[in-house]
């Protein structure tokens, strides 16, 4: 199932993700952002449960910002989560 998600202040400005039904992470891409930083981030997620990508990376701030590339793509799994049922 694939989510698209429009990030909220951060320099990335879009989320796509892609969960299997139970729950495993299969793919995340960010549009915008640092990167080779953001394609670390996506090459560690596939595999991993999206409850634990949320806990891990949630809550992230960038300098005096108060999210994060991070807690985005935790943002874009949660709706992907309620989407998914």
Partial sequence: MAYIYKNKGTCSVQTEV??????????????????????GIASLLPGMKAEDAITRMEGIRCGRKATSCPDQISQALKGALAELG
């Fill in 18 to 39: 892609e969960l299997n039904p139970d729950h495993t992470i299969k793919s995340v891409k960010v549009l915008g952002g640092c990167d080779g930083n953001l394609k």
